[in-house]
């Protein structure tokens, strides 16, 4: 008897951890599971988390373009449905030859650097605070609902973010899908490709103020216990001055990539991957800035970009 009890046992077992991990839930409260897009999954109250963001902006109309975007942010749940959270942000160019000119100018480049030679720079770009608020739950309603608010302060670029955050769980929270939409006010000290006559020590009157607004849409599918893969899109849209209007835009381009997640019981990691798949421009001045059917100069780069998030949960 016991020859045939034991390979029941082990079997059963085997069945009852299969059917476990098959239901595992995707990871920790509060995690990233999209590079790009946001969700209403926050930290419980009490619970906080610390997350490492690592994006390269890759690539742009030659040569070599890297302009490496860090963020090392600190999250706490104040309550199961309000979030705070604060980061700091700092970067690395490194560019040659990148612009449609075939010299070095654009997108982060300092306006008094040489074009003719290459471009190796890192700096602090500022601080910025972001409160999250979970109006509706996607685990207890059809849909979830967050609010989403970013004051930044830095040296270049100061703004004020808004994000509307919807959430829908499909198959038992195996697949979610997300929706963000986006408007931030921006005053930004120009690059050289702007105007090479710009001080570094211009007043805030001399900044360029423009207005960003954006529609990214995302899916991820819990694949195996703690694996998530998915989907995002990105609109992005640009105006001169705080206006919406048709008449101000600039550009509006578009980004297109996959994503990989990881979910432990105390930290996670996402990888994700955009791809500038199409843009539009309206001014003249950004028409020039066009090759390959992408958009360049001080804008955007063709992987727009590539980036890592690690995550650890404290208890």
Known sequence: MRLYRTPLRTGV?????AVSLAHAPAGTAGEAVFGY??????????????????????????????????RT????????????GGYLNYSYLWARGNSVRHVTEGLDVPWNH??????????????????????????????????????AFGSRE???????????????DRLVLAANLMVEAEKERGSNLVDPGMPDDMPDS???????????????YRFASHWSAGLELRNHNEFDGYSLAHSHQNHSAFFLGPNLHYGGKRWFFTLSALRQVHATTY?????????????????????????????????
């Not at 077992?13 to 951890?17: E, K, R, S």
């Not at 988390?49 to 490496?68: H, K, L, M, N, V």
């Open 13 to 17: 077992l085997a069945v009852c951890v």
């Open 37 to 70: 897009i946001y969700t209403t999954d926050l930290l419980p109250k009490g619970k906080s988390e610390w997350e490492q963001w690592i994006t390269d902006r890759r690539g742009q109309a030659y040569s070599r373009f890297d302009d490496f975007k860090l």
């Open 73 to 84: 942010e600190y999250e706490y749940g104040i309550t199961d449905n309000l979030q705070l």
């Open 114 to 151: 040489d074009a003719g030679q290459s471009y190796r720079g890192a700096r602090f770009d500022g601080v910025s605070a972001e409160l999250v608020w979970r109006v509706l739950s996607p685990f207890k309603h059809p849909i979830g609902l967050a609010f989403y608010l970013e004051p």
């Open 158 to 172: 100061r703004g004020l973010e808004f994000r509307t955050i919807v959430q829908k769980n499909l198959l038992d």
């Open 206 to 220: 001399s900044r360029h103020k423009a207005t960003y607004a954006e529609i990214d849409l995302g899916a991820s």
């Open 283 to 315: 001014t003249r001045q950004q028409a020039d800035q066009m090759h390959s059917g992408m958009l360049f100069g001080d804008e955007h780069t063709q992987w727009d970009g590539l980036r890592l998030k690690v995550g650890y949960s404290f208890e």
